[in-house]
Structure formats: C-alpha cells, structure tokens
C-alpha cells in the first residue's frame, strides 16, 4: 500500500479499519472466537487478539480511530517544490552523476527550505 505525503492512512482506509474494529466489538460481546472473527473479516488473529484485549479493558470506545499518527512533515506547497528539484536530478544541483542517494536529497531539501 502507498501511504499518503504525509505517511500512515488515508482517511479512508482509517474509516475502513475502524468499521472492522467495531463489527469485531459486537461479536465479542457475543462470545464468538478469535480465529473466527479473523477469518470473517480477513484480518489475522494476532490483531482480533489485541482488539479483544483492548475492547475488554476500555470498552468499544476504545477501538474507534484516533487520527493520523502524525501529520505531514512537508507542507503541500514545499513537497510540490521538492518534487519539481528531484526532477531536475543531481547534476541540476551541483553533484557528478544522476544518482540520488538519501544524502543527496536531504541536502537538496534543506537548501530549497533555506531559500
């Protein structure tokens, strides 16, 4: 899955797995089993696992979304330049051959914020 600029879920897919989240709440209540669940809502055990652990000590509420993890480190309009500079390449910006590296870009970014 690609994630978003500003990485985890989209919007979307966190609704999605919150939906899957409550269905497993109410078939705890009834008492079905793990492995069930997991085979119903195609997800593993290990995660109905947690999701019953967490639904016992803290009730259904606690299954709901919380949000993005974290929000984008990059405003929409400094990615939109980011991207036009990796497009250029690395001899646009002064290096010998068209290779990027982690290093490379870093740099890059740095001097475009500088700017």
Do not use: C
Request: hydrophobic share 40%.
């Amino acid at each position: 899955m690609r994630y978003a600029q500003g990485g985890g879920l989209t919007d979307e897919r966190r609704a999605f797995r919150e939906k899957l989240r409550m269905e497993a709440a109410g078939r705890f209540a009834l008492g079905e089993e793990n492995a069930v669940i997991a085979h119903d809502l195609r997800v593993s055990v290990r995660s109905v696992q947690r999701w019953r652990k967490t639904w016992a000590q803290d009730g259904p509420r606690a299954l709901a979304s919380k949000g993005p993890a974290s929000l984008p480190l990059l405003s929409d309009e400094l990615f939109a330049m980011l991207e036009q500079e990796l497009a250029k390449g690395p001899v646009a910006h002064g290096w010998p051959d068209q290779t990027w590296t982690l290093s490379i870009s870093a740099t890059v970014l740095t001097l475009e914020r500088q700017r």
